[in-house]
């Protein structure tokens, strides 16, 4: 059903065929360049709700021109989650996805590349909306990045898992409003479980959090994919080669 391949792009950017034909590419294509652009529109307002100093009267206007907004888009909507989608590409795509989706306004949103050593960099600057202390990035959010980033490694490796643990370390505070680096690398490969390292650092290279983490494949996913073959970034099965990242 779903055919690895050796692919730049993240499972979010496509790395996976669809088993699902699209009827209309143009089309969907077109309804895309429209979702993205909403979903664009709707971060600045966040950002700006967050920021504006507007007085009372104001805010109701908007908060009610918003409401009506929202009704509008009420008008045909789903039910529950995107889920996975296929895209006007034939690829599968996780649109509504809180880290990446380009159709969530919620999502910074992250764009991870990487490569088929299942080494993963993505370039971020978070704004007022991911506050937690004071001027800096909130906990959540930056092992959020993380999780995205390092969970990227394995759906390169062909291996999409879900996090079975994730632990972050802070090293000093994530500034917000500046360039951030993420990345992350594999460490080992064992079967089904892949163990991921990684790091944010901000503009002065200094790394503001790390961490390591687990991704399984799932039973239920694990008839879909190939068997692990061991020979994904140079690693064996319960093989000890290890991924470090070159130095950027
Ligand atoms: C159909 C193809 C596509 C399917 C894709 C499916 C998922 C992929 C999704 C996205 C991938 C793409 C990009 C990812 C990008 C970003 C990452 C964000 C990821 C998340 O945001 S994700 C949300 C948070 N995440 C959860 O919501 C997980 C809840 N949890 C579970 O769903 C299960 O718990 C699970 C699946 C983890 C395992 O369950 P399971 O039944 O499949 O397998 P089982 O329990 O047998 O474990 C098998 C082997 O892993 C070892 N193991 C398990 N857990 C361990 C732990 N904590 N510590 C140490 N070892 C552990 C066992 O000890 C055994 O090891 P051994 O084989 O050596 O005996």
């Not at 993240?10 to 909403?38: I, R, W, Y």
């Not at 206007?61 to 009506?68: G, H, K, P």
């Not at 202390?133 to 995205?148: E, K, S, T």
């Not at 992350?184 to 901000?202: F, L, N, P, S, Y």
Request: aromatic residues 4%; charged residues 20%; hydrophobic residues 40%.
């Amino acid at each position: 059903m779903f055919n690895r391949e050796r692919t730049r792009r993240h499972m979010t950017d496509g790395a996976f065929a669809s088993p699902f034909p699209v009827e209309d590419p143009v089309a969907l294509a077109a309804l895309e360049v429209a979702q993205s652009g909403l979903a664009a529109a709707v971060r600045a307002l966040a950002d700006a709700t967050v920021r504006t100093r507007v007085a009372a009267p104001d805010l109701a206007a908007v908060a009610e021109q918003v409401e009506t907004l929202t009704a509008r888009l009420l008008a045909e909507a789903q039910e529950g989650p995107l889920g996975l989608e296929t895209d006007s590409a034939g690829r599968l795509r996780d649109h509504g996805n809180a880290m990446v989706g380009m159709r969530n306004p919620i999502a910074p949103p992250l764009v991870v590349t990487g490569d088929e050593s299942g080494s993963t960099s993505c370039a971020l600057t978070l704004g007022a909306g991911y506050e937690g202390p004071p001027g800096y990035v909130h906990g959540g959010i930056v092992a959020a990045v993380l999780d995205q980033v390092l969970g990227s490694v394995p759906a390169h490796l062909g291996l999409p898992g879900m996090t079975a643990y994730l632990n972050t370390t802070y090293r000093r505070p994530t500034p917000l409003g500046a360039p951030l680096h993420c990345r992350g690398w594999v460490e080992r490969v064992d079967g089904w479980k892949v163990h991921a390292r990684g790091e944010i650092r901000d503009a002065q290279d200094l790394v503001t959090a790390e961490a390591e983490a687990l991704f399984v494949v799932p039973r239920w996913a694990r008839e879909h994919l190939d068997r692990p073959t061991g020979d994904a970034a140079g690693t064996a099965p319960g093989g000890e080669a290890a991924q470090e990242p070159s130095a950027s």
